[in-house]
């Protein structure tokens, strides 16, 4: 019996082999890639179908944020979070010398404008006095024909001198209201009676003139009207047919599914925004958009806070 050569016969055998084995073992280890529906289960509540949406408490006012109307370096803090101010009351002042100095300046040139009108309409009403002597005499010999129209060309040029002090005067008091406008932009006052909810400048720190919590700059005093609370709640948008619109819904915080509070219909935007309040679930869409339903909490609510997000089950309509 003829000896097998090994690299020749049984070599290539082995290898046939090992990738057959090897051809075996990837098809066993791919994952199930069939494509299924998954189950979805309709949420109840209370009995009924319901449509679940995630909500975050915001002020009735929704948030008011401001900041500096001129650049400078806060130099006094009226309020702090939790108060209650109306509308109107100082919320914090910039340094404004300048801004005083301006309006001084500008007081001493109104001033100073005022006594040369004064004087010009002085000097303008004797000039017409002069002239009406001389226009008076009726003696061509008593008084030349020439003195005249000197005159009357004096009660001219005092009276375009004295438009000309009226003009100075009102643009100096246009100025003057200026100053003022610029010094009162020195003190941010509340727009409405609200209650502060953040304050983040101190005295000493400058504060940037500019867009206000767009993410330019963060709003240096945070307001809102906080009685009653409002709860935003996003709808996504393959859900919203479902939506019983106008009923009352119920929401809870997170972490507290137990603790079940209704909460009334106000009103339901009309503008389809994209979905910013992601759940991180694995079936969850990121490009989804979603219809917003405003909803009240009932007045008076103190276990609820601005930003608090919670879970939202809103009624949906009888099946057909």
């Known amino acids: 019996m003829p000896r097998l050569n090994f690299s020749r016969q049984i070599l290539p055998i082995l290898a046939v082999i090992a990738i057959i084995v090897s051809i075996v073992i990837v098809l066993r ?16 509540a209370n009995g009924r179908p319901v449509v679940a949406g995630a909500g975050v408490v915001e002020p009735a006012s929704e948030l008011i944020e401001i900041g500096a109307e001129v650049p400078g ?21 910039v340094d404004s010398r300048d801004a ?3 309006v001084r300046e500008a007081e001493a040139r109104v001033a100073r404008l005022r006594s040369q009108v004064a004087a010009a309409r002085t000097s303008l009403s004797v000039a ?14 008593a008084v030349s024909r020439q003195e005249v129209i000197t005159r009357q060309g004096a009660v001219e040029d005092t009276a375009a001198q004295a438009a000309v002090a009226s003009a100075q005067l009102r643009e100096a008091e246009a100025q003057l209201q200026t100053a003022r406008v610029t010094l009162a932009r020195h003190l941010v006052r509340a727009p409405k009676a609200a209650t502060v909810l953040q304050v983040r400048t101190r005295e000493g720190q400058f504060a940037p003139a500019g867009r206000q919590g767009n ?17 935003r709640i996003d709808i996504d948008e393959n859900e919203i047919e479902r939506v019983a619109l106008g009923q009352a819904a119920s929401i809870s915080p997170r972490g507290a599914a137990a603790r079940r509070v209704q909460v009334a219909f106000v009103r339901a935007e009309p503008l389809i925004v994209p979905k910013r309040s992601l759940t991180n679930a694995s079936t969850e869409r990121v ?24 879970d939202a089950f809103v009624p949906a309509k009888a099946a057909r």
């Open 29 to 44: 280890t791919q994952p199930d890639r069939a494509l299924a529906q998954p189950v979805r289960t309709p949420p109840v």
């Open 73 to 93: 370096v806060v130099d006094r803090v009226f309020v702090a979070a939790g108060d209650t101010v109306g509308a109107g009351a100082p919320l914090f002042s």
């Open 100 to 102: 005083r100095a301006a």
């Open 128 to 141: 017409r006095r002069q002239y009406a002597l001389y226009a008076q005499a009726g003696d061509p010999r």
């Open 215 to 231: 993410g330019d700059q963060d709003p240096l005093v945070t307001m809102g009207v906080i009685d009653p609370l409002h709860v």
């Open 287 to 310: 490009d989804i958009r979603v219809l917003q339903l405003i909803y009240a909490l009932p007045r008076g609510r103190r276990d609820y806070f601005v930003g608090q997000q919670v």
